[in-house]
């Protein structure tokens, strides 16, 4: 789960970091009247929305007075952004953030995350702030040091040293960014993080190390453990079909391509999405029905995918081991008598009762293709579509 910039920051400085302060509204009178509060020569407006790149599409302003402020929100209230992150069609700006400005000296990206690889935390730290780390990455690699810690209760002070030893600080400023890195790596174990990027990370010119930028994203599975973190979600910021697919527990996400996949288990969607991709074309989801799933369940799922106006085809695989084929074959035909399917549905069955879920499809009357294997399905949905 995704959260906006103003409420990052707040976690952020609840766990110690220093952030620049700051306030959020949702109309521009409401904003003006808090913004009289901030102690700054310049105010920094801020689009609130799930997405980076901001700056570059006009979310971002830096402005002189209140009345350049006001005029300045309500331009940028309910515009859509269009940015790298949230394609052509873009993100209407439903909520705006206001902070103080801040004397620039230096920027630098800090970021940290799972590495399930390794099974430790991985902090990445670059002495190019303020950039797209992906641009740092490609054009200057040396640029950017990965420093990977054990899980525990605390970070060291030697593990602090050498995540900031690129940003080459000294004395105060020094201590402070160990200060931070010890802040958000407690709020990254306590809150069941999934990551924490900083972009930029400033040294001001009073030598006060301030989290200038901030996103944050949670392990939805732990969310329950968290109800304060949950009642941060913004369902304006979210696909339509992911609400509607988090309402029955199916863990799906939309894609770009014209391939509906319903698969059970993680690993074998993955696989489905890797052969469809093998023969040419491309999936429009990623949609694991779970390992237990109900007919019910089976059904929601493809009316999701269906909803999908560029899913040309739709490839089920199912493995039988907890999920019966035959729960998802009724789960196929209940969808069906509600839906009018009608594009090419290749079925693959394996596994427990895979036998008795081949007859009652078999017996629908659905215009669907058998398929024998997993290699075998992705060839004949390709060709359906074609």
């Known amino acids: 789960m995704n ?3 103003h409420q990052a920051k707040k976690i952020l400085k609840e766990y110690g970091a220093v952030v620049p302060e700051g306030v959020f509204a949702f109309t521009v009178d409401e904003l003006i009247e808090k913004a009289k509060s901030l102690k700054t020569e310049k105010f920094v407006l801020k689009a609130q929305i799930h997405a980076g790149g901001r700056g570059k599409a006009g979310g971002v302003k830096i402005l002189s007075t209140i009345e350049e402020l006001s005029t300045a929100a309500k331009e940028l209230l309910g515009k859509t952004l269009v940015t790298h992150q949230t394609g052509p069609e873009g993100r209407e700006v439903k909520r705006l953030y206001v902070e103080e400005s801040s004397n620039i000296d230096k920027e630098f990206y800090l970021s940290c995350l799972i590495d399930r690889a390794s099974s430790k935390i991985a902090f990445i730290s670059s ?5 797209d ?3 740092v990455a490609n054009k200057t690699p040396e640029k950017i040091i990965t420093t990977k810690v054990e899980i525990g209760d605390e970070i060291s002070d030697l593990d602090c040293e050498r995540i900031i030893e690129i940003f080459n600080l000294g004395g105060d400023a020094n201590k402070q960014a160990i200060a931070l890195i010890k802040s958000v790596y407690k ?3 306590s809150t069941d993080a999934n990551m924490v990027e900083i972009n930029p990370l400033i040294l001001t010119k009073e030598e006060k190390i301030i989290c200038l930028d901030a996103k944050v994203n949670f392990d939805s599975n732990a969310l329950f453990k968290h109800p304060k973190i949950m009642e941060l979600r913004d369902l304006n910021e979210e696909d339509p079909t992911e609400i509607e697919a988090s309402k029955h ?7 770009d391509g014209s391939i509906g996949c319903m698969v059970n288990g993680a690993g074998l969607a993955m ?3 890797d052969i469809i991709k093998l023969y040419g074309k491309e999936p429009a989801n990623f949609l694991d029905v779970g390992g237990g799933a109900s007919k019910e369940k089976v059904s929601a799922a493809l009316k999701i995918i269906l909803s999908d106006k560029n899913v040309k085809g739709i490839l089920i695989n199912i493995f039988g081991g907890i999920m019966r084929c035959d729960v998802l074959a009724r789960g196929v035909v ?5 839906i009018n399917i009608s594009v090419p549905l290749v079925v693959r069955l394996a596994g427990t009762n895979f036998k008795e879920g081949k007859e009652i499809l078999d017996n629908s009357g659905l215009k669907l293709i058998s398929a024998e294997n997993l290699d075998d399905a992705a060839q004949k949905i390709v060709e359906a579509i074609k």
């Open 249 to 255: 527990d199916l863990a799906y996400i939309k894609l």
């Open 271 to 273: 696989a489905t999405m």
């Open 334 to 338: 209940e969808a069906a008598k509600e």
């Open 3 to 5: 959260i906006h910039e």
């Open 133 to 135: 780390i992906e641009e």
């Open 187 to 189: 709020m990254f174990i």
């Open 127 to 131: 002495d190019q702030g303020g950039m």
